[in-house]
């Protein structure tokens, strides 16, 4: 999104907030209920030095999972590209495990594999796995059929075919699903903490809520969607640096 056209969304939430004070000052709503924007913003301010190792806990978090996501899902895309046999009979267990709610999936993990840290990398690897392997798919198999018979013509073997043409026209379809992914990831890593965790963004926010303080949960949602949109504007702007070459081309 472009700097000029960020003011109209600004705006809308500008005003947003505003009803918002209003309503909870004109109907006389309780703080445990709803808390007005500016009771949360104080109460930002107020918990955000012991709030601090709780983010940076669930950064780390998503920092290790979303990374393994990425990794494995760009080079299981490239096997099932690659072999088309093993896509056929891959892809309908990828689809099936997407059907399996988080919330359920966690549990088993912390069974299997105890209360530390690695279940909680997979719950995320797992939920960020499936979108950037499709994306990544869908990238290798838009490649322009032209160019494809182009450098068959020229003698490219398979290995030159894909790395020279195929992966770097997928490149726009991989960032596609790893801006998706990159979203789900911090909301996965909170949930993952809510089921067994000392410290995170989720552990924050599950102490604060048995404990009715509600801006302290307000809090915390507003904490995890400015990561997210952190994450999604990251990958923003690494798929800008990485497709720069395309854009370059357009202009000649």
Not at 55 to 61: G, H, Q, S, V
Not at 190 to 195: D, F, P, T
Not at 230 to 243: G, H, P, R, S, Y
Request: aromatic share 14%; net charge positive; charged share 10%.
């Amino acid at each position: 999104m472009k700097i000029k056209n960020i003011w109209k969304p600004a705006l809308v939430l500008l005003l947003a907030m505003v009803l918002w004070e209003m309503a909870t000052k004109l109907f006389q709503i309780e703080i445990w209920v709803l808390p007005a924007p500016s009771i949360i913003a104080k109460e930002m301010f107020v918990v955000f030095p012991a709030f601090l190792p709780h983010i940076l806990a669930t950064i780390k978090l998503v920092l290790v999972g979303f990374t393994s996501a990425i990794v494995l899902g760009i080079i299981v895309a490239t096997m099932l590209h690659i072999f088309s046999t093993a896509r056929e009979i891959v892809m309908p267990f990828l689809v099936i495990s997407q059907n399996i709610p988080t919330i359920v999936l966690a549990p088993l993990l912390m069974i299997w594999f105890g209360l530390g840290d690695f279940p909680k990398y997979l719950i995320i690897a797992t939920t960020a796995f499936f979108p950037i392997a499709i994306a990544t798919l869908d990238g290798f198999s838009q490649t322009n059929r032209e160019y494809m018979h182009y450098m068959q013509m020229m003698g490219a073997t398979r290995k030159q075919t894909f790395f020279k043409l195929q992966l770097p026209n997928a490149i726009p379809s991989i960032f596609s699903g790893i801006k998706i992914a990159a979203t789900y990831s911090v909301m996965t890593a909170v949930v993952a903490e809510w089921l067994g965790a000392q410290k995170g963004i989720g552990v924050f926010m599950t102490l604060a809520a048995s404990s009715y303080r509600t801006p302290r949960v307000f809090v915390a949602i507003v904490i995890t969607i400015i990561l997210s949109l952190i994450f999604f504007a990251l990958f923003l702007a690494l798929e800008k640096w990485f497709t720069r070459w395309q854009r370059n081309e357009g202009i000649q």
